[in-house]
Structures are given as C-alpha cells and as structure tokens.
C-alpha cells in the first residue's frame, strides 16, 4: 500500500528556518508531480510549491524567495527548505504526489499532514 509521510514541522521564531521531508512509500513505479499544500483552519488549502519529475519547479507568490522545494526521485521523496519564516507561514502543510503504483493505476496521494508554528 501506498503511502505518503511528513516529517519536519515545529515551532519556530519569526526569521527562522524549517525544513519538511514527505517520503512515498509501497510498491511504487514512478511519482509525476509532488507538491507541498497548507492549510489554516477556516480557510482553503493553498498550493505552496510543486515540483515536477523533471525537476522544474513553481510557487506561490507568497513564498517566493523565501521557500525552496527540492526531491530525490531514488527516494521518492520530496523536501521544502523554509527560510525567513513569517507568522503568516502558520499551518498545517500537506505533502501530495501523483503516485504510479507498479499493481495499479495512477492516483493523487496525501501525506497526514504536520504543523508548522511560526512566533512573533
């Protein structure tokens, strides 16, 4: 069975920096897009960063410069370095992949999901 784990979240102070880690797991062929979500309780998930297969990348405007997102396709993983952290980077951050299963066909796969708390 397929799956995805988060790791990385904490508290941290205004300024800091964070690192979060998403690792796919199970009988895996190949993973399209990865990309890392968020999310604040009364609001939509928001798209944070993608990156393809390829390695091309994208990001919200709001993370821009401060965000970097990278993956290591012999681990099926995929990492976003999280630096000048703001208060407003608050949430809950949700890795998600496009997952080829080696038995099955093509699916959207989500991570449980881990909080990152950014103090003033």
């Known amino acids: 069975q397929v799956q995805l784990v988060e790791s990385g979240g904490g508290l941290v102070q205004a300024g800091g920096s964070l690192r979060l880690s998403c690792a796919a797991s199970?009988?895996?062929?190949?993973?399209?897009?990865m990309v890392w979500y968020r999310q604040v309780p009364g609001k939509e998930r928001e798209l944070v960063a993608g990156i393809t297969s390829e390695g091309n990348t994208n990001y919200a405007d709001s993370v821009k410069g401060r965000f970097t997102i990278s993956r290591d396709n012999a681990k099926n993983a995929v990492y976003l370095q999280m630096n000048s952290l703001k208060p407003e980077d608050t949430a809950v951050y949700y890795c998600n992949a496009y997952i080829y299963p080696l038995a099955s066909t093509g699916s959207d796969y989500w991570g449980q999901g881990t909080q990152v708390t950014v103090s003033s």
């Open positions: 199970g009988s895996i062929f190949s993973i399209a897009a």
